[in-house]
C-alpha cells in the first residue's frame, strides 16, 4: 500500500501526462507509474489494463505449414511436348471392334462431356508406335487423355476417372458407400473372372487368337458366370446398381456382344439384360454399330 501511495504522490506531473491517475506516457515501459489497478482510488476506464510482466517474451513467428504432399513427377502427365500440344478436349483413343473400349466411349456420350474419338488400328500396329507408347507404355486401348494432360488407361480406370472428374448422375457412380462397393465388386469381377473366360470362348471366332484350346473350358465356365450375373447382380433390379444403368453394366454388358459371334446359347434373362441396356442408352447404337458390323462379317 505504502508503495502504491508513494508512486502515486512523487510521479512527476510530464507534459505528456494523458490523463487522470497513474498513466503516464514515459519512455520507460516497466515503471511503476504505469499501474492499470490504481488510479486515484478509482478504476481507469479509457486506458486498457497491460501486463508488463511479459513485455521481455519474444514475439511469436507463425511459419507456414511444411507440405505435407507433393505432386509425384508422374510420367502419365508428361506426354504431351508443351502447353500449345495439349487438348482443348480429352481425347479417347479407341479400336471400335474392341469390346473394352465400347464402355469409357458410351459413358462419354451418355454424360454429355465434349471430347475427341481417335481410332486407333490394332490390327495395323498403330498402337506399337512410338508416339502412342509415350502417352501409354501399355500400347493398350482404350486410352484417355484429358486437357491437362493426365493419361489414364484400362476401360474400368478410365470411367472411374470420369465419374470423379467430371459432374455425372449419380447413377452411374453412387456415392452411397453400400451400393459403390456392390458396383466395385461387378468391376472388379468383370476384370477377373467374367472376361477371361469371355476371351477364351470368343477371342478364337473374333479372329483376336489362334489358340483354340481353352474354348471348351471358358465355355463352360461362362455357364456359371452367367448363372452369378443373372441370379445376384441382377436377382431384384434390371440394373446392376438399381434401376438405371451405372458404369459396371457398360462394363459388363458390352462385352456380352461378343458371344453373338459364336455358337453359344445365351440364356433368355442375359438377353432381356441386355435389350434393356440398349433401350436406356440413346447412343448405344452409334457405339456398338462397328463391333455387330464386324461380327456379322464373320
Not at 508513494?6 to 516497466?30: C, F, I, N, R
Not at 451418355?110 to 498403330?126: C, S, Y
Not at 477364351?200 to 473350358?217: H, I, N, Q, T
Not at 433401350?279 to 462397328?290: H, I, L, R
Request: net charge negative; with cysteine; aromatic share 12%.
Amino acid at each position: 500500500i505504502f508503495f502504491r501511495l508513494a508512486t502515486h504522490m512523487y510521479a512527476p506531473q510530464s507534459p505528456l501526462y494523458v490523463g487522470e491517475g497513474p498513466y503516464y506516457e514515459d519512455a520507460y515501459y516497466g515503471s511503476p507509474m504505469r499501474d492499470p489497478y490504481y488510479s486515484a482510488g478509482r478504476p481507469v476506464y479509457d486506458v486498457p489494463p497491460v501486463d508488463y510482466r511479459y513485455r521481455d517474451v519474444p514475439p511469436v513467428i507463425y511459419e507456414e505449414p511444411p507440405v505435407m504432399y507433393q505432386e509425384p513427377p508422374l510420367m502419365l502427365r508428361r506426354y504431351e511436348p508443351s502447353l500449345q500440344g495439349r487438348p482443348k478436349v480429352p481425347k479417347l483413343y479407341v479400336a471400335k471392334i474392341s469390346a473394352n473400349c465400347l464402355g469409357p466411349w458410351l459413358l462419354l456420350k451418355e454424360i454429355g462431356v465434349p471430347f475427341e474419338l481417335v481410332e486407333v488400328d490394332i490390327l495395323n500396329g498403330d498402337n506399337h508406335t512410338r508416339e502412342f507408347l509415350a502417352m501409354n507404355p501399355m500400347g493398350q486401348v482404350p486410352t484417355y487423355a484429358e486437357t491437362d494432360g493426365t493419361v489414364i488407361w484400362e476401360s474400368n480406370a478410365i470411367m472411374r476417372f470420369i465419374c470423379d472428374r467430371h459432374h455425372v448422375p449419380k447413377h452411374y457412380y453412387p456415392k452411397d458407400v453400400n451400393l459403390k462397393g456392390r458396383i466395385e465388386m461387378a468391376l472388379d469381377w468383370r476384370q477377373t473372372v467374367l472376361y477371361p473366360n469371355l476371351a477364351k470362348l470368343c477371342y478364337p471366332a473374333m479372329g483376336f487368337s489362334k489358340d483354340k484350346s481353352r474354348v471348351s473350358e471358358g465355355r463352360e465356365n461362362l455357364d456359371k458366370d452367367l448363372r452369378i450375373l443373372s441370379d445376384f447382380f441382377l436377382r431384384e433390379t434390371p440394373f446392376i446398381g438399381g434401376a438405371l444403368p451405372c458404369v459396371a453394366d457398360y462394363s459388363i454388358g458390352l462385352p456380352l456382344l461378343l458371344l453373338y459371334a459364336t455358337d453359344y446359347r445365351i440364356p433368355a434373362k442375359i438377353r432381356e439384360y441386355l435389350e434393356n441396356l440398349a433401350s436406356k442408352t440413346p447412343a448405344w447404337n452409334e457405339v456398338t454399330e462397328d463391333l455387330k458390323r464386324y461380327i456379322a462379317r464373320l
